[in-house]
Antibody, heavy 119, light 110 residues
């Protein structure tokens, strides 16, 4: 079935790095844009980054620009988020989401992976 | 991009209808018919309920409907059921070629 599975979350100290992965299955991963969306504890959804189907374009939220890098390996059906210079305010559940059914519509979501930035 | 504006909470009794608004600008909601709505139950991932302003994905109840007028989009849930109690988020494509979410609305079924 259609599925996204995130991994790589954990507890990390401020200023350190972490890489999240999102394994896709059940759909043609290489044909669709993919996003990372995060949700801080008790807060709303915040869009983080998008990468086009072929990796040709990437966009970031201002809050993570210059610190986070989104990438994908279509041969492995996997999406990544490299997070550097982490801050306490980056603490959140990170979801990967697929934009399959329509522009700007996230119709496939992973279960989320928790990232906690704390000393 | 500033977050889209949603009411913090709405409530209704079983069987009633409720509407959640989502206000943006001409650079997002008003400029594109790419407004989506998501339902999120506690501890769960969001679920797409409406896309392209008023389209329902397969499997979503026809009690959920969407519309847009100017810079404001709306989600209406008719025949309210206990299982509809959740957080609801709108999102819109923007002139920056990126999406933006609303702040979220907590729906309470009385």
């Amino acid at each position: 079935q259609v599925q996204l599975v995130e991994s790589g979350g954990g507890v990390v100290q401020p200023g350190r790095s972490l890489r999240l992965s999102c394994a896709a299955s059940g759909f043609t991963f290489s044909s669709y844009g993919m996003h990372w969306v995060r949700q801080a504890p008790g807060k709303g959804l915040e869009w983080v980054a998008v990468i086009w189907y072929d990796g040709s374009n990437k966009y970031y939220a201002d809050s993570v620009k210059g610190r986070f890098t989104i990438s994908r390996d279509n041969s492995k059906n996997t999406l990544y988020l490299q997070m550097n210079s982490l801050r306490a305010e980056d603490t959140a559940v990170y979801y990967c989401a697929g934009e399959v059914i329509a522009v700007g519509a996230f119709d496939i979501w992973g279960q989320g992976t928790m990232v906690t930035v704390s000393s | 991009q500033s977050a889209l504006t949603q009411p913090a909470s709405v409530s209704g009794s079983p069987g009633q209808s409720i509407t959640i608004s989502c206000t943006g600008t001409s650079s997002d909601v008003g400029g594109y018919n790419y407004v989506s709505w998501y339902q999120q139950h506690p501890g769960k991932a969001p679920k797409l309920m409406i896309y392209d302003v008023s389209n329902r994905p397969s499997g979503v109840s026809n009690r959920f409907s969407g519309s847009k007028s100017g810079n404001t989009a709306s989600l209406t849930i008719s025949g309210l059921q206990a299982e509809d109690e959740a957080d609801y988020y709108c999102s819109s494509y923007t002139s920056s070629s990126t999406p933006v979410f609303g702040g979220g609305t907590k729906l309470t079924v009385l």
